[in-house]
């Protein structure tokens, strides 16, 4: 029983060591992403998403203004109707 606990604990030991050793030596160096972002030529210029994203903006704060001069136009014709 002796032998077989020692032999377990043996292997316990050496999965350990070896999956640290094992994860310890693919490293090369550091890369500061922050750095390496900023050096990308995309970093300057907005994504054309963003563009259309402010052109249908204007259009979304177009539409609603031609909604609420809508709706100021309902409401005098309405009073207009209950008046008479």
Do not use: T, W
């Not at 995309?42 to 998403?49: A, H, M, S, T, V």
């Amino acid at each position: 029983m002796r032998r077989f606990i020692g032999i377990a604990a043996l292997m316990i030991v050496i999965a350990l060591v070896g999956q640290s050793a094992m994860a310890q030596s693919f490293k090369f160096g550091h890369i500061n992403s922050d750095e390496l972002i900023q050096s990308m030529p995309e970093y300057d210029q907005p994504p054309l998403n963003s563009r259309n994203s402010a052109k249908n903006c204007q259009c979304l704060e177009l539409m609603q203004v031609n909604g609420i001069i809508r709706a100021m136009h309902i409401k005098k014709r309405v009073k207009l109707l209950m008046i008479s």
